[in-house]
Nanobody, 125 residues
Framework: QVQPVESGGGLVQAGGSLRLSCAAS????????MGWFRQAPGKEREFVAA????????YYADSVKGRFTISGDNVKNTVYLQMNNLTPEDTAVYYC??????????????????WGQGTQVTVSS
């Protein structure tokens, strides 16, 4: 079992950057597929990025491709989401999610088993 804990959210102006961190207690994150999702007020939770257990495959939503980067640090047992060139449309609560798996990933929230509490990202225009 793993408990993800997000941090790094905040208020930033459009065009700015933030780096979100997802630290985990329990089993090593290298045994999990990891994902980042976000949820804006009145909207459903949506996929942002995912990295497979091996770290060899990375996937992004079209809306963030080229601006966001997901990465992992096995020594720190932490997954990051570097967000650049932020726009007001990126404003949401961002969640880190994990699923113990040997391979693969999903863009569906229901596929992931463990969730963090979320961190607020607000981008002002």
């Amino acid at each position: 079992q793993v408990q993800p804990v997000e941090s790094g959210g905040g208020l930033v102006q459009a065009g700015g950057s933030l780096r979100l961190s997802c630290a985990a207690s329990g089993r090593p994150l290298s045994t999990y597929a990891m994902g980042w999702f976000r949820q804006a007020p009145g909207k459903e939770r949506e996929f942002v990025a995912a990295i497979t257990r091996s770290g060899d495959d990375i996937y992004y939503a079209d809306s963030v491709k080229g601006r966001f980067t997901i990465s992992g640090d096995n020594v720190k047992n932490t997954v990051y989401l570097q967000m650049n060139n932020l726009t007001p449309e990126d404003t949401a609560v961002y969640y880190c999610a994990a699923k113990p798996t040997s391979a693969g990933y999903s863009t569906l929230p229901r596929w992931f088993q463990y969730w963090g509490q979320g961190t607020q990202v607000t981008v002002s225009s």
